[in-house]
C-alpha cells in the first residue's frame, strides 16, 4: 500500500473510491449522498498521483456501491476505479464504465420535457461521446455536457 | 412495431416510397375515386392540445380509405384532468383502435406512448419537438412543386428559433443536399443544435432581398406576438419580414413559397394569386401524405 493511502487508517469493511478525478470528490459525495449515510467517510483531495497528477479518494466504512451509484460515478469521474474492501483487504476491483444507456440517474434540464411531467416515468439518455461525456435524453432530444448533467 | 415518432424514424427510401404513394392517392384524398384499403379499421385521435389542421387532416384521411374514428380534441374532456398519466391513457385507447395519433404540449410524449402501445403510434406534434407529418408533407409538396427535392436553394424566413416545422425540414432535406438560406431577425435565429448537425452549406441573412433571386423554395414561419416582449418591437420586426406580390417579382419564375399555415399578414393576401403561392395546396397535401402513411401502418401487405 502506497504512502498517499496511510495518510489515513485503512478500513476494515467498505468501498474506496480511488483515481477520481481531482476536485470531483466533494461532488460525488454529494450526488451519491453518502454525507448523509452515517457511515464514517474519509475524503482526500488533490493527493500526489503516479498515473495521473493529482486525484481525490474516497473511503467509505461498511458500505459498498449500488450499481445504480456506481453508474453515478462513472459520469462524474469516469477513470475512477472502486476497490471493495473486506478485512482489510481488497476483495474486488471494479472498473467501472460509463453504460450507453444511462436510466434513472439524470434528470432531463429540459422542463417541457415528458420525463419531467408523467408521473412515474424514468430517464433514459443516449451516451453520444465517450470522451467528452456527451448525453442525450431520448424522449425530447436535448443535449447535455458534462458539466451540466444534473443528477437526480 | 412501426412507431413514427420522429422524422428521424424514417430513412429516405422510406420517404421516397411514401411520397410516391402520396401522389397516387390524390384522387382518393379529393374524393374523386373511392378506397375501401382500411375498411373496418379505427383511427384513435388523443388530443392533449388543440390542433385542427392535423387533426381533421388525419380524420379525412382514415375516412377516405375506409377507416373509422374515434379520438378527443380536447382533454379538458378527458380523464387527464382527473389526474390520469399519459401512459395509462395510451393503454386504454390502444386497446380501442389500430393506431394513434398522439398530440401532446410535452417533448418526447410520442416516444415514451411508443414504449407501451400496442399499436402503431404517429406523433402528431409533441410540444416544440418533432411533428414528422408535418415534415413529410412539407417535403410532398416540395417535391411536386418543383419536381425533384435534391439539391435545392432553400430560404427559410421568419421565426427561425421556435418554429420547429423548419428545424425537422432543414434536417430532412439536408439528406436531400440542400443548401440552405436562414433568413430571421437576430433573436429569432435558427438555434446551434440544428445547425450544428447540417451537413450542407447553410448561411444566415437580415433580408430577404440578399438571397431572394437564387432560391427555389421559400419556407415562411410566423412571427408570434408572444415572442416579444415590447408591442413596438414586434410590430417593426414583424413589418420588416412581410412579404407581398412587389417584393417577388426578383425571385425566379419557378420559385415556390410554403407556409405550415394559419398565417397572419407575414404572407399578404396579394401573393394568393401569383404562380409563386403553394401554401394552400400544401394544406391539402396533408391528406394524401397521412393517407399513405397510415396505409403502410395498417394496410395489406402486397
Not at chain 1, 485503512?10 to 470528490?25: A, E, L, Q, S, Y
Not at chain 1, 481525490?56 to 456501491?65: A, G, N, Y
Not at chain 1, 465517450?130 to 448525453?135: D, E, F, G, M, V
Not at chain 2, 393506431?99 to 402528431?124: D, Q, T
Request: with cysteine.
Amino acid at each position: 500500500m502506497s504512502e498517499n493511502l496511510l495518510r489515513v487508517q485503512p478500513i476494515r469493511n467498505g468501498t474506496v473510491i480511488d483515481h477520481i478525478k481531482p476536485g470531483r470528490g466533494r461532488k460525488i459525495l454529494e450526488v451519491l449522498g453518502l454525507s448523509g449515510s452515517g457511515t464514517t467517510i474519509s475524503l482526500l483531495m488533490n493527493v500526489p498521483s503516479k498515473k495521473r497528477n493529482r486525484k481525490d479518494i474516497i473511503k467509505v466504512e461498511d458500505r459498498e456501491l449500488s450499481e445504480n451509484e456506481t453508474e453515478k460515478l462513472a459520469l462524474l469521474s469516469p477513470n475512477a476505479r472502486v476497490n471493495i474492501i473486506r478485512n482489510y483487504a481488497v476483495a474486488e476491483k471494479k472498473k467501472i464504465e460509463i453504460p450507453k444507456v444511462i436510466s434513472g440517474t439524470v434528470r432531463c434540464p429540459n422542463d417541457n420535457c415528458i420525463s419531467n411531467n408523467e408521473r412515474g416515468s424514468s430517464t433514459h439518455f443516449k451516451l453520444l461521446d465517450h470522451k467528452s461525456l456527451r448525453i442525450q435524453c431520448i424522449y425530447c432530444g436535448r443535449k447535455i455536457d458534462e458539466d451540466n448533467i444534473e443528477f437526480i | 412495431m412501426k412507431h413514427v415518432v420522429s422524422i428521424e424514424d424514417l430513412d429516405n427510401k422510406r420517404i421516397m416510397g411514401l411520397l410516391k404513394r402520396a401522389k397516387q392517392l390524390v384522387p382518393v384524398a379529393e374524393g374523386k375515386k373511392k378506397s375501401k384499403a382500411l375498411d373496418g379499421k379505427i383511427l384513435a385521435t388523443c388530443f392533449f392540445e388543440p390542433s385542427t389542421r392535423t387533426r381533421l387532416s388525419f380524420e379525412s384521411a382514415m375516412q377516405r380509405l375506409g377507416g373509422t374514428c374515434i379520438g378527443f380534441a380536447d382533454p379538458s374532456a378527458t380523464s387527464h384532468l382527473k389526474g390520469e398519466t399519459l401512459l395509462d391513457a395510451i393503454r386504454m385507447v390502444a386497446g380501442y383502435s389500430d393506431v394513434i395519433v398522439l398530440r401532446h404540449p410535452h417533448e418526447g410524449s410520442a416516444k415514451l406512448a411508443s414504449e407501451v402501445s400496442e399499436v402503431p403510434v404517429i406523433n402528431g406534434g409533441d410540444g416544440a419537438g418533432q411533428h414528422p407529418t408535418q415534415t413529410l408533407l412539407d417535403l410532398f409538396t416540395i417535391k411536386e412543386e418543383i419536381g425533384k427535392l435534391e439539391g435545392l436553394n432553400v430560404g427559410m424566413l421568419g421565426d427561425l428559433r421556435y418554429g420547429r416545422t423548419v428545424h425537422s425540414l432543414s434536417q430532412a432535406l439536408d439528406r436531400f443536399k440542400a443548401q440552405f438560406y436562414f433568413i430571421s431577425p437576430k433573436t429569432l435565429g435558427m438555434p446551434t443544435h440544428v445547425t450544428d448537425e447540417l451537413q450542407n452549406d447553410w448561411s444566415t441573412h437580415k433580408n430577404l432581398d440578399e438571397v431572394l433571386g437564387k432560391l427555389d423554395v421559400l419556407y415562411v414561419t410566423r412571427i408570434q406576438k408572444e415572442r416579444f416582449p415590447d408591442i413596438e418591437d414586434y410590430k417593426r420586426v414583424a413589418g420588416a419580414y412581410r412579404i407581398n406580390a412587389e417584393i417577388l417579382q426578383k425571385a425566379k419564375p419557378k420559385m415556390r413559397i410554403l407556409h405550415p399555415l394559419p398565417r397572419v399578414d407575414e404572407i399578404s393576401t396579394d401573393v394568393d394569386g401569383t404562380k409563386h403561392a403553394a401554401y394552400f395546396r400544401q394544406a391539402f397535401n396533408g391528406v394524401p401524405v397521412r393517407m399513405a402513411l397510415l396505409e403502410q401502418l395498417m394496410g395489406k401487405k402486397k
